[in-house]
């Protein structure tokens, strides 16, 4: 199983940008699929969390309107668009995914599978 984190880089404040997370190895179309992020010095944060069909999204305050998340079954890829991005938001993000079910999404150990990280740096 592998998840590829891609779409980061260096970004002015207020700027856009769309994270991608390439899933192989794994039945999709069956796992939700969330973001974190880790800010240096502080702990990894849970961002967003979608089920296999988008028809349930829980997105954490911090980003919630700011931030989409979704999903393309066909192309075992899910995406993190993030808009007027901040200073705050520098940070490493990661893809996860858990099979079938997630009862506590901003708890890391509720998913089985983790993406390698892409850097977001917002410069003001």
């Known amino acids: 199983v592998q998840l590829q984190a891609s779409g980061g880089g260096l970004v002015q404040v207020g700027d856009s940008l769309k994270l991608s997370c390439a899933a192989s190895?794994?039945?999709?179309?069956?796992?939700?699929m969330a973001w974190f992020r880790k800010a240096p010095g502080k702990e990894r944060e849970f961002l967003a969390v979608?089920?296999?069909?988008?028809?349930?999204?829980f997105y954490a305050d911090s980003v919630r309107g700011r931030f989409t998340i979704s999903r393309d079954n066909a192309n075992n890829t899910a995406y993190l668009e993030m808009n007027n991005l901040k200073p705050e938001d520098t940070a490493v993000y990661y893809c996860?995914?858990?099979?079938?079910?997630?009862?506590?999404?901003?708890?890391?150990?509720?998913?089985?599978?983790w993406g390698q990280g892409t850097l977001v740096t917002v410069s003001s």
């Open positions: 979608i089920n296999w069909n988008a028809g349930r999204i």
């Open positions: 190895g794994l039945p999709f179309s069956r796992y939700f």
């Open positions: 996860a995914a858990a099979y079938e079910r997630v009862i506590l999404p901003r708890i890391q150990s509720a998913y089985d599978y």
